[in-house]
């Protein structure tokens, strides 16, 4: 399919010919574990990697084949593997770019299990990394290393929403040749496409919007490179056995046919929120691409195709109060996920980022009055009705939570 259609049509069409599955409209469901060999020299053959065909699902999959081709056609990448959890999508990637020895050097501020993932990294393999803002060239090559082997980027970060400028990521890592991965989680291919810009692989928890339903956990990685796609195919996808069921391949699928008409809902009722936000007597500041008050906006307005859906913002108050906020809400979801129907609420500080250790997640700029909302997909004026009454007129203090049922 001609990648100059947009991106609307790729979404439904594009990675997936129905002619080639006898004419199904929706890419068909092959819950099987197993495949047959019709002989036993066809059999050594695919083992040997000498005949196309299907050996077992954890090796490959014509459903999961599906999704993965579709979301290398919407990364504009060469190849895609498709993994059981966005964090084993990480944790693949990392150890596919890594050896004993080896540094990686990171955004300032990642999502809290990939924090502990590369902690445990540096305790049981001895692979170091370093947490930096990456915010301008000569920073980034003071901090490069002999043996870093791999950038990894947040971008937007999670949850206080600071952007990375991939281009001059890319520009400074090329120097050294040295492989770029951004986490494209809070954006999709629908938002912002890292591939296009020089990075080296893209990994997604395809949990949040891609699948956008609550109903799938799920981690997808595209690459540039098609033999660096099939090298981690053949080792740490293979061997360590993290894959996707083809039932979980089928909902995300249909997830993505919506993907875009979603985003734009959730990202129209986040600017919404994010202005009524704002104006509020007890928010003391947000974070939010989408305000042009954001320290980096002029580049959210050149890397992305619009700010996102979520919002984080802090509160005037303690960690108590934050957390009576969340308990007075009545519409709203307390619960750590983003990118569903519902608008979801948390507290990272206690919740997402509890595993970072309190110094370094102050550095990140995690403080115990901040608080994570990702913009559902409800009539925003509901979300906001919900929100201000949570937030009160006056100071905030505890009262008994009236959770509406719904």
């Known amino acids: ?44 053959r695919r083992f040997a990697g000498e005949s196309d065909g299907y050996v077992y699902t954890r090796l490959g999959n014509p459903t999961v084949k599906v999704l993965e081709e579709k979301i290398a056609f919407l990364e504009q990448g060469e190849g895609a593997l498709a993994f059981a959890s966005g964090m084993a999508a990480v944790s693949a990637t990392l150890f596919h770019l890594t050896k ?43 901090a490069i290393q002999e043996n870093t082997t791999c950038i990894y980027i947040e971008t937007p970060i999670n949850p206080t929403m600071k ?29 912002q496409q890292p591939l296009t810009l020089g990075c080296d692989f893209v990994v997604h928890s395809a949990t949040k919007y891609i699948g956008g339903h609550g109903d799938v956990i799920a981690g ?9 796609m099939q090298e981690m195919a053949m080792t740490t996808m293979k061997d360590i056995g993290g894959v996707l069921s083809p039932f979980d391949a089928w909902l995300l699928l249909r997830g993505l046919k919506t993907l875009p ?28 691409p989408g305000d042009p008050e954001f320290p980096q906006y002029e580049l959210a307005q050149k890397q992305m195709r619009k700010p996102g859906g979520l919002i984080s913002f802090e509160i005037d108050g303690t960690k108590e109060d934050a957390q009576q906020l969340l308990n ?79």
């Open 1 to 44: 399919m001609s990648q100059h259609r947009r991106f609307e049509t790729q979404a439904i069409h594009g990675g997936y010919n129905s002619n080639e599955q006898m004419g199904s409209l929706v890419p068909p469901l092959f819950q099987t574990s197993t495949f047959t060999f019709p002989t036993a020299e066809e059999g050594e």
């Open 261 to 288: 008409i979603r985003l734009d809902r959730h990202c129209d009722n986040a600017e919404k929120v994010a202005t009524e936000l704002k104006k509020h007597p007890n928010v003391k500041r947000i974070y939010y």
């Open 163 to 191: 952007l990375v400028d991939l281009p001059m990521i890319v520009r400074v890592a090329k120097e050294r040749n040295i492989p770029v991965v951004v986490d494209n989680t809070f954006c999709s291919p629908y938002l």
């Open 220 to 228: 997808l990685v595209v690459g540039r490179s098609k033999e660096a």
């Open 328 to 406: 007075r809400l009545r519409l709203l979801k307390i619960a750590v996920s983003l990118g569903d129907a519902e608008t979801l609420i948390q507290h990272p500080a206690t919740m997402t980022h509890a595993v970072v250790p309190e110094k370094q997640r102050k550095k990140m700029g995690i403080s115990d009055t901040l608080i994570r909302l990702s913009v559902g997909l409800e009539a925003w004026e509901d979300i906001w009705t919900d929100l201000e009454q949570a937030l009160g007129a006056g100071k905030l203090s505890p009262t008994e939570p009236d959770r509406l049922q719904i």
């Open 100 to 142: 004993t020895g080896d540094h990686i050097l990171c955004s300032e501020g990642v999502y809290g299990c990939t924090f502990g993932l590369l902690q445990l990294m540096k305790e049981k393999h001895h692979i170091a990394h370093d947490l930096m803002p990456l915010d301008n060239e000569d920073s980034m090559r003071a």
